[in-house]
């Protein structure tokens, strides 16, 4: 229903979408006296699929942008530190044991916890059950509006947080999906999995089906998260069925199959799409920048991207106090955004990610790579980067 008369509000920076990405632009502008506001399509808790592995780095940026929240997250009970991964492939298993912390969380529970702490200890104004419905750039202002509302907001500066299907990006960045750069991805929650160890996460390399890997990673509460993810160009090529290949791989993989014999399945399979950084488009513009998922941020080799959606958050909230210390807001200038994160992340993604495409054409290279990976020293080098 439309309501009958159009409001508008104005605000210095919208933050559309209060996941990890935009929680965290919401942190790094907290000292700057801004009027900020987030808008976000649901109401919080919200469920999102996700693998719920936080690597290091994660809690690591958000300390940088509030000390504070480290003590809130110690108190925090829903997570589960995590000290070792352990990878398997045809038959053999290797261990690698973790130096900085790293934890797993349900998504439901730790973007809450975000979003509290978001609420609690910055003036950021929230407009949750908005769903932005269309954006425009007009006289150097963004102008956006949200589904069956009259109501527009009005701001200097918008950053795109509204993840995988981000309509900020769509708008103002004319982003279309890229099959061969995304990820169709699935997974579900198990109890009772057998041999699950509550400090390692494990990952499972599947020659059958050539799916990047198969993870399980342990939860608060003995739950287990279990899935997988696959380039989606191969989905539709190939015309394959991912939740069917979940449950094929389960229980034709013999080490999987054996653990699961005795575990139940609570809740669906879900999937969720994963834009990866192996292309990342136009991330700026004028009066906006683009984070997270929306920005196309996940890492294209293992699929993650709470990280990056956390410090992209951290170095768009940056580039935004330029821009108003300086007072300009066109797409030259936030080209700073662009570079930064080039330095901080995007390099060394392209990096590894030319490399893998390399490596990946040569035969039998995961008996090859485990091979490599039992040699001490391999295996020391890389246990000092965990
Ligand atoms: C199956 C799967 C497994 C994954 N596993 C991992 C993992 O183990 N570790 C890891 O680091 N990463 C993982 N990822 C990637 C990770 O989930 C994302 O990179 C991360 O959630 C990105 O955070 P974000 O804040 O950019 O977006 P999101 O977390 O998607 O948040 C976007 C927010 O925007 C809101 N929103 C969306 N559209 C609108 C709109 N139109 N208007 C208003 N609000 C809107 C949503 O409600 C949501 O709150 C996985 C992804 C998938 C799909």
Not at 274 to 283: D, E, H
């Amino acid at each position: 229903m439309l309501e009958e008369t159009e409001k508008i509000y104005y605000y210095d920076v919208i933050i559309v979408g209060g996941g990890p990405a935009g929680c965290s632009a919401a942190l790094a502008l907290k000292s700057t006296g801004l009027k900020v506001a987030i808008l976000d399509k649901s109401e919080f808790p919200r469920e999102k699929v996700c693998g719920e592995l936080m690597q290091s780095n994660v809690i690591k940026t958000l300390l940088k942008m509030s000390p504070e929240i480290g003590t809130a997250f110690n108190q925090f009970e829903k997570k589960t530190q995590i000290k070792s991964t352990k990878l398997h492939y045809n038959g053999k298993s290797l261990v690698f044991k973790y130096k900085h912390e790293s934890y797993t969380c349900r998504r439901i529970y730790f973007d809450d916890f975000l979003i509290q702490y978001v609420k609690k200890s910055t003036k950021t104004e929230f407009y949750l059950n908005k769903q932005v419905e269309k954006i425009t750039i007009k006289d150097s202002t963004a102008l956006i509006s949200i589904k069956n509302s009259n109501t527009v907001y009005n701001t200097k500066i918008v950053i795109g947080a509204d993840g995988a299907n981000s309509v900020v990006a769509k708008y103002l960045a004319g982003k279309q999906m890229d099959r061969k750069h995304y990820f169709g991805s699935v997974r579900a929650f198990y109890k009772n999995i057998e041999g699950v160890n509550s400090d390692t996460v494990e990952i499972f390399f599947h020659k059958k089906h050539k799916v990047n890997y198969v993870w399980l990673f342990p939860l608060y509460n003995n739950y287990a998260n279990v899935g997988f993810g696959m380039l989606s160009s191969k989905i539709s090529k190939q015309k394959i069925n991912i939740k069917n290949t979940f449950y094929d791989i389960i229980n034709s993989s013999p080490v999987l199959s054996s653990r699961f014999q005795t575990a139940i399945q609570e809740g669906s399979l879900d999937g969720f799409g994963v834009p990866l950084a192996s292309k990342v488009g136009k991330i700026h513009g004028n009066n906006f920048m683009l984070i997270g998922d929306a920005a196309s941020l996940s890492n294209p080799i293992s699929g993650t991207g709470i990280m990056n959606a956390v410090l992209s958050g951290k170095l768009a909230g940056e580039q935004v106090i330029k821009c108003f210390n300086e007072n300009k807001f066109d797409d030259n200038f936030m080209s700073q955004y662009y570079q930064n994160l080039d330095k901080a992340i995007l390099k060394q993604i392209k990096k590894s990610f030319f490399a893998q495409q390399i490596l990946s054409r040569i035969p039998f290279i995961l008996d090859i790579a485990f091979a490599l990976l039992s040699i001490k020293w391999v295996h020391r080098k890389i246990e000092k980067r965990l």
